[in-house]
């Protein structure tokens, strides 16, 4: 929000869109459900509705973000950073292959950023919310200067490519197991035991 034009949802917003587009989908008998995001801080809401609708809907529920079910094939593809960022090269060169009219690229390399070191953290493992202006003055966090459209179709393909193996994977769609028998110390775990 604190660059010009920009629109958000609260989480609490996003999480019931996400509660109401499900539960629809079940109404209509999908009982296989994938959230597929690209959007780092709808991550966490994301995989909250998914742990809650799991329990409330005969459905499979899973959410994915393509930036970490293909980060070991997109790292090697990034010249100047680790992995996808905000505005960097790979969200860049995926915009040059798919809209490069929307691209400005006069001086890419004057908006690179590094991000901040432990911009969401606090301590060795703990999770702090900071706003996205600590970390970035122009919304850019990582290095878009090396970005190429030839860069962003590989980018995609590799993204695609994992997300389809995700898909396809049997063990993503199969049901729960119930390891816990008929019951332990003489308690009964399952109706009419």
């Known amino acids: 929000m604190p660059y010009g034009g920009t629109l958000t949802l609260s989480h609490e917003t996003f999480r019931r869109l996400l509660r109401d587009l499900i539960a629809s ?13 690209s959007h780092g801080s709808n991550i966490i809401a994301i995989q909250q509705v998914a742990d809650e609708l799991a329990g ?16 070991e094939a997109i790292g090697p ?16 060169a995926m915009m040059m292959a798919c809209e490069p009219e929307l691209v400005d ?4 390399a004057a908006l690179g950023t590094e ?4 911009f969401l953290k606090a ?4 999770y702090r919310w900071r706003p996205f202006a600590h970390m970035t003055g122009n919304g850019v966090s990582g290095y878009p200067a090396k970005a190429t459209a030839e860069k962003g179709e590989k980018i995609l393909e590799v993204a695609s490519d994992a997300i389809a193996a995700l898909i396809t994977d049997p063990e993503t769609l199969a ?13 009964p775990f399952r109706p009419g035991s």
């Open 115 to 118: 991000r901040g070191a432990g």
């Open 77 to 92: 593809l990034l010249e100047d950073q680790p992995g996808i960022q905000h505005a960097c090269e790979g969200e860049t």
């Open 56 to 71: 409330e809907l005969d459905a499979i529920i899973v959410a994915t973000t393509y930036v970490a079910e293909a980060a």
């Open 105 to 108: 690229g006069s001086d890419l």
């Open 175 to 187: 049901p729960a197991r119930d390891l816990r028998g008929e019951g332990t110390q003489g308690v």
């Open 25 to 37: 989908l079940t109404r209509h008998g999908f009982r296989h459900v994938l959230i597929s995001n």
């Open 123 to 126: 301590g060795n493992a703990s």
